[in-house]
């Protein structure tokens, strides 16, 4: 696979860099590298420090190589980015200037019709960003009705997902649903008929199953975590997310990584000694601007958070 069949067009790009503030000779790791494209503009601004690539993806991993084999100082590891922790001691550092992370579906793998991420073409049913292990395929052919609502629901905010599961039912005791075609005609068939024409109906279901696929809300949970953990006093994390559930996470971390003391607010002194571990460097999300919107429709729901560690314990 070439570099140039992985497309990728990085997103709020100009402002995810600066809130990086790159040392020239600080170690910075891109937990979703992709295509390289927030890799690429961190290596302009190193002198003397080290970039490190990491994405789970083969597709991604081949890109970054074809990209980057030329650089001493660029690393490339294909791995999840709930790993950082792990990556960071068998690499031998003392920890990080600076972790990025992009979260979610690549342009790549949305534009992939074989990868099965896209309701748009009929592919087979995958999703699997590591193109390894359980696929989209799998869960709607095997999961009971209940469980199917409550990926729906929970990961995907539908509303509708007592008929959806109803509709995968019905149809997977007459046939395997194999396609991305299949399960969104399933879902749209599900859908009230006045809902239809609003977004597509099959938005909100793709998401959860992809979300469940990839294990994305958990992986995100732990990868914030090991990168909080493996900066060091003065680094700074930046995240990227692209619909609620994932911002809500980044968010709910970063507060309680700023938060101070816990006392109740009627305790005259100090008792649980908790001081801050980061300050937000943005007070509200980053997003994209009219520019970028005319350029990128996809960086529409991106939002962008970042907050620096001011304590090591």
């Known amino acids: 696979m070439s570099e140039l069949n992985f497309s990728h067009i990085p997103v709020i790009l100009n402002e995810t860099i600066s809130s990086l503030d790159i040392k020239p000779d600080g170690v910075y790791l891109d937990g979703t590298a992709g295509g390289g494209g927030h890799s690429s503009e961190i290596l302009k601004r190193l002198v003397s420090g080290r970039l490190i690539c990491v994405d789970q993806d083969p597709d991604a991993i081949q890109t970054l190589h074809s990209r980057f084999d030329g650089y001493k100082n660029v690393t490339i590891i294909k791995s999840n980015f709930s790993e950082i922790g792990s990556i960071v001691n068998e690499l031998g550092l003392s920890g990080l200037d600076g972790v990025l992370l992009d979260i979610g579906v690549s342009s790549h793998q949305l534009d992939t019709a074989e990868r099965g991420f896209s309701y748009h073409t009929d592919a087979p049913l995958d999703m699997r960003m590591s193109q390894s292990g359980t696929t989209a395929r799998d869960l709607v052919n095997s999961l009971e009705y209940s469980e199917l609502c409550r990926i729906l629901f929970s990961y995907g905010e539908e509303k509708f997902a007592k008929s959806i599961a109803r509709a995968i039912?019905?149809?997977?005791?007459?046939?395997?649903?194999?396609?991305?075609?299949?399960?969104?005609?399933?879902?749209?068939?599900?859908?009230?008929?006045?809902?239809?024409?609003?977004?597509?109906?099959?938005?909100?279901?793709?998401?959860?199953?992809r979300i469940a696929v990839n294990g994305e809300l958990d992986v995100l949970k732990k990868g914030l975590d090991g990168a909080f953990d493996a900066l060091k006093v003065g680094g700074r994390l930046s995240v990227i997310s692209f619909h609620s559930l994932e911002d809500r996470i980044v968010k709910q971390k970063m507060q309680s990584w700023c938060q101070g003391c816990t006392c109740p607010k009627d305790f005259p002194v100090c008792v649980c000694g908790k001081k801050p571990r980061a300050r937000l460097v943005y007070r509200k999300p980053v997003t994209a601007s009219e520019e970028e919107l005319s350029k990128n429709a996809r960086s529409r729901s991106a939002k962008l958070r970042c907050c620096e560690k001011i304590d090591q314990t």
């Open 169 to 209: 039912e019905r149809e997977r005791q007459i046939k395997p649903i194999e396609t991305t075609g299949q399960l969104a005609e399933i879902v749209k068939s599900a859908y009230p008929p006045s809902k239809r024409f609003d977004k597509h109906p099959a938005r909100k279901t793709f998401q959860a199953l």
